[in-house]
């Protein structure tokens, strides 16, 4: 079993950044890749970036220039994800998802960008 804890997110202006963190806990050794999703009002969960252990990086094409997905080095138990630029359209909740087997999942935090 992988546990994942997210932090950060919140509200935000059209144009700013917010970051977002997750914790992963238990059998973190079996990980191969985490990465983040967001699911907005009456859409589907998508991917926002991903990051395998071997630290390869894929991001969905509208985040693309403006997030950034990193990990810490030394636990390699947690993901960041820095959004810059933030659009309304951005607005959504974002989970944290881990590879392992299977996938696992965060309870999500919510983002939301004002314009």
């Not at 969905?60 to 403006?66: C, E, F, I, L």
């Amino acid at each position: 079993q992988v546990q994942l804890v997210e932090s950060g997110g919140g509200l935000v202006q059209a144009g700013g950044s917010l970051g977002l963190s997750c914790a992963a806990s238990g059998r973190i050794f079996s990980i191969n890749a985490m990465g983040w999703y967001c699911q907005a009002p009456g859409k589907q969960r998508e991917l926002v970036a991903l990051i395998t252990s071997g630290g390869s990086t894929n991001y969905a094409d509208s985040v693309k220039g403006r997030f950034t997905i990193s990990r810490d080095n030394n636990a390699k138990n947690t993901v960041y994800l820095q959004m810059n630029s933030l659009k309304p359209e951005d607005t959504a909740v974002y989970y944290c998802m881990a590879v392992a087997g299977r996938q696992y999942w965060g309870q999500g935090t919510q983002v939301t960008v004002s314009s």
